[in-house]
C-alpha cells in the first residue's frame, strides 16, 4: 500500500503544514466521502460546512480558510492543483516491461527504443520510430513515417494513420485516431474530387488526447497542438486546424479546418468552431456555442439559447418568429405608396 505522512507530502510540495504532521494518508477523496486515511480538498468557504463534517484525515485548503479549521491540513493558494499533484502519487500505473510482445509486428525499417514497450497486437509500419520509454497499449497501429516520442503513452487502440508526430510524454486514449485524411473536397462537373492530404500532424510535449477523439492530418501543412494542449473524449479537429499551448477543450467539440486557435484557451462542450477563423489567447468559449467568426479579443464568449420548459420555448420561438412582421408590413406599405 502507498502511505505517506502529512509531514513528507508537506515538504515534498513545499505546502504549509498544519496540525499533526505525523498523519498517515494511504488515498484521497472528496471532502463528503473520504475516508480516515484518506486526503481531501476544498476550494471555497461555501464548502466549509463539508470542511467541518468531513471524516478525511487531512484537507488542502486556501489559507483564508485555515483559521477556521481545527483538523490537519496543508495550505495553498490552489488547493485543487495541489490536490491533483498529490493524487499522482496513488494513482496505480501498472509497470509496462520494455520490449516488443511476441505478438506484436514491427515491419522492417522501423525504429523501436530497447526502453519503449510495444504492446500485444500491436503493428509499427516502416518509417516509424517509437522512443525510448514510450509505451503502446494492445491493439494500436502506427502507420508510416510517425514517430512517438519519449514517455508517451498510447492506452490501446491507438490509430496513427501517417505521419503523425507525438511530442514527449504525450497521453493518447483508446479509440482516437491521429493523421486521418481531412475532409478536403473540391466540387467539379457535378461530381465531388477528393483533394488529397499530404501534410501530417504535429502534437506537442505534454498533450492529452481523449478516447475516440480524430484528429485530422494536413492538406498541405501540418495540423498542430502546440504543448500541453488538453482534449476531451469525442472531439474532432479537422485539417490544417492549429491549437495553441495550454489550451483545453471538453468533450464533442468541433473545430473545422483551418481554424486557428489562440493559447489559454477553453472550449466547453459541444461548442462548433468554424473553419478559417482565427482565435486569440485566452478566450473561453461556453458549452454549446456556435463560432462562426474570428475573436480577436479575450474574454468569454457565448451563444445559443439555454433549456427551458417547453411551453416557454415554444412561446419564444413564436416570438422570434413575428420579429420580422413589422417590418415586411412597413415593405409593404412603402411598395404601395
Sequence with gaps: ????????LAERFGLPLIGNGDTVITGVGSLERAQPGQLGFVMHARYAAQLASTRASAV?????????????GLLADNPHAAFA????????????????????????GAVVDPGASVGPFCTVAAGSRIEAGAVLGGH???????????GTHLVARVVLVRNVI???????????????DGFGLAFDQGAWLKVPHLGGVLIGDDCEIGANTTIDRGALD????????????????????YIGAHTAMAGCVGVAGSARIGRHCLVAGAAGIAGHIEICDHVTITAMSMVSHSIHQ????SSG??????RRWRRTVARLRRLDSPRRSADHKDEDA
Design 166 to 180: 507525438l511530442g514527449k510524454r504525450v497521453t493518447v486514449h483508446p479509440g482516437a485516431v491521429l493523421g486521418g
Design 222 to 241: 501540418d495540423t498542430v497542438l502546440e504543448h500541453d494542449v488538453r482534449l476531451d473524449n469525442l472531439i474532432q479537429i479537422a485539417h490544417n486546424v
Design 85 to 108: 499533484r498529490i493524487a499522482a502519487l496513488f494513482e496505480p500505473k501498472p509497470a509496462m516491461p520494455a520490449g516488443i510482445h511476441a505478438t506484436a509486428v514491427v515491419e522492417d
Design 1 to 8: 500500500m502507498t502511505e505517506y505522512t502529512l509531514a513528507q
Design 305 to 310: 439559447m439555454p433549456v427551458q420548459e417547453s
Design 60 to 72: 488542502i485548503l486556501p489559507p483564508a480558510l485555515a483559521p477556521g479549521h481545527d483538523g490537519n
Design 140 to 150: 494500436c497501429v502506427i502507420g508510416p513515417d510517425c514517430v512517438i516520442g519519449a
Design 298 to 301: 479575450p474574454g468569454q464568449y
